[in-house]
């Protein structure tokens, strides 16, 4: 079965910091992977996407993601943290078009001034 | 700008009364997913669907809930009679075979009193 691990609930960083938020998925091939970020009360808004090709991947808002196959990883990163990316961020899977997406529990991001 | 449409945004209902969730998903996709968010649970899909057919539901209590899809353009989702428990944000989500990504809703935010 798919599984996708968030191993970090909360993670406080200084705006202008680097920003490292880790994901792990458990599948015997490889999955599609997604980030996604939501706002207090809004939706989930896609920041980027790999299925396939060059492993590190880049998306909105100045992120990227780097897809690791031997630590089974889709880590996410911003290399300068501003203050509106305070959210909460969900890495996903699914197994390709036609399957279900399995989400993470989610990691809340905090930025101090 | 195409977005899947949700309403209504907020609904507090009493405990036993019926609630009627609806979503209009992006014109053109063809699956459409319902998730729940709570704070104990995170993000868990109730079910979705492919041309208007349900694919999985495994993931919804079956003696109250209820997930249909009259026509392409309008999915719904049922609780009755409604509890307590069931409190939390309701997503529905849409995507085409084509995309990899599934675009979300702004969720309905139900409060069973």
């Known amino acids: 079965a798919q599984s996708v691990t968030q191993p970090d609930i909360h993670i406080t960083v200084s705006e202008g910091a680097s920003l490292e938020l880790r994901c792990n998925y458990s599948?015997?091939?490889?999955?599609?992977l997604f980030w996604y970020v939501q706002s207090p009360g809004q939706g989930l808004q896609l920041l980027l996407k790999y299925f396939s090709g060059d492993t590190l991947v880049q998306g909105i808002k100045g992120f990227e993601a780097e897809f690791k196959r031997s630590q089974s990883s889709f880590n996410l990163r911003k290399p300068s943290v501003h203050w509106s990316d305070a959210a909460e961020y969900f890495c996903?899977?699914?197994?390709?078009?036609?399957?279900?997406?399995?989400f993470g529990s989610g990691t809340k991001l905090n930025v101090k001034p | 700008d195409a977005r899947v449409t949700q309403t209504p945004r907020h609904k507090v209902t009493e405990m036993g009364q019926e609630v009627t969730m609806r979503c209009q998903p992006i014109l053109g996709h063809n699956t459409v997913f319902w998730y729940r968010q709570t704070m104990m649970q995170g993000l868990e899909l109730l079910a979705y669907?492919?041309?208007?057919?349900?694919?999985?539901d495994s993931g919804m209590p079956k003696d109250r809930f209820s997930a249909e899809m009259p026509d392409a353009t309008l999915a719904t989702l049922k609780i009755q009679p409604s509890e307590p428990r069931d409190s939390a944000v309701y997503f529905c989500a849409s995507d085409k075979q084509e995309n990899t990504e599934a675009f979300f809703g702004q969720g309905t935010r139900l409060t069973v009193v």
């Open positions: 996903a899977s699914r197994r390709d078009n036609f399957n279900k997406f399995y």
């Open positions: 669907f492919r041309n208007r057919a349900p694919l999985d």
């Open positions: 599948y015997g091939a490889t999955p599609y």
